[in-house]
């Protein structure tokens, strides 16, 4: 009760000038009706009452509005709020060429591709101006010509000739400059490509009925071109299309991605649904490690290999949570068929060759049971 007649109490000091005279008028204007109507009426106690509901009504304006007012004091922010905040992962989707070469390409290369079009496309209607002025004239003195012969040029006419060709010669240097800058653009984006940061996946033409996507390795773009009007890339004989570009994490966000996927699967140990959302971001993880052989040399061959191994204890603990059969069975490969995708060997001891062969080899084979097994999960669910 004491706390109630604080918080009224704080709510009348809350009130402004206005809001006083506002009340004051209010209360004025309805004791004069009840007034005017008790004299009439002759009735003392309807106005009594009507004088009491004005004085509720006051009240009420004053306190019951405003208290809330006091109530809700202002949200303080939390110190070190920031530092707590929840981190999200952030998404690498799959872009339409067109798309992808916008989003990716140094900004700085873009801003010179699309200065140098606006120079070329302004000369380009200062030049369909000038023909159109140029027409004009050899329509208007063309009426008058009597004698081809000793037909002179008059000097508007030659000006504007003269005019058209410089414009002619300026808009040509133009387009070579942005030719060139929209060539440099591309360059960077396949740079980006075969350097591994950007990826692509594809479609291998011809078309089979059992054809799938698959990501095109980082060292065919030494001789594919991207073409983004169709989709395609293309280049000595090689050819994909429905191509789709992404980004490729850091390895600081690989880490954290990786980091963050393998403590989620672990807090739900058990549940078949989230083994299943495991095994196929580890599918995704193999597919990136086995397009990492071909750039495997004896520097960095154990490191690849340590990949390899710490991989394949992560699949079959995912794979045991759903069914151990299965994990035993994965484990066991039989007979090791070449791998789908031949990657250069750029190891020099001959020593190192028969293991990396064998290794990836092996690594390819699993990535096929690992997708067939995320399949069969798929239709059990």
Known sequence: ????????????????????????????????????????????VVLSGLIAFTCAYLLWTAIVIRIAVVKSPPSVEKAGSNDTEEKTIEQFEWLLPIVAVEKFAEPALIENRDRTFRAYKEAHDRTVILERQLSQLQAKYGKRLVNP??????????????????????????????????????????????????????????????????????????????????????????????????????????????????????????????AVLRLAQLRTEGVKIRNEAGYVDDTNLQEWLGKLDTWMHEVLDAIRAVSAVDAELFRTLDVVTPARLQVPIRLKNQLHVPVFVNVYNQHDLRLVRLKDLLEKYQKRA
């Open 1 to 44: 009760m004491v706390a109630f007649i604080a918080r009224c109490w704080r709510a009348l000091g809350s009130l402004s000038l206005m809001d006083w005279l506002l009340g004051l008028a209010k209360l004025s204007l309805l004791g004069v009706l009840a007034a005017i109507w008790a004299w009439l009426a002759s009735l003392p």
């Open 149 to 274: 012969h000793s037909y002179q040029v008059p000097s508007d006419q030659l000006e504007a000739a003269h005019a058209i060709a410089k414009q002619r010669n300026g808009e040509a240097l133009l387009k070579l400059t942005y030719d060139a800058a929209e060539t440099e653009w591309r360059d960077d984006i396949h740079r980006k490509l075969e350097n591994g940061v950007l990826v692509a996946n594809g479609m291998a033409s011809p078309l089979m009925a059992n054809t799938q996507t698959q990501e095109i390795p980082a060292y065919q773009w030494r001789i594919l071109r991207l073409d983004t009007a169709k989709d395609e890339a293309t280049g000595e004989g090689l050819k994909y299309v429905g191509v789709r570009l992404r980004r490729v994490a850091s390895e600081a966000e690989e880490a954290f991605e990786h980091g963050f996927n393998k403590a989620t699967f672990e807090r739900n140990k058990g549940n078949a649904e989230a």
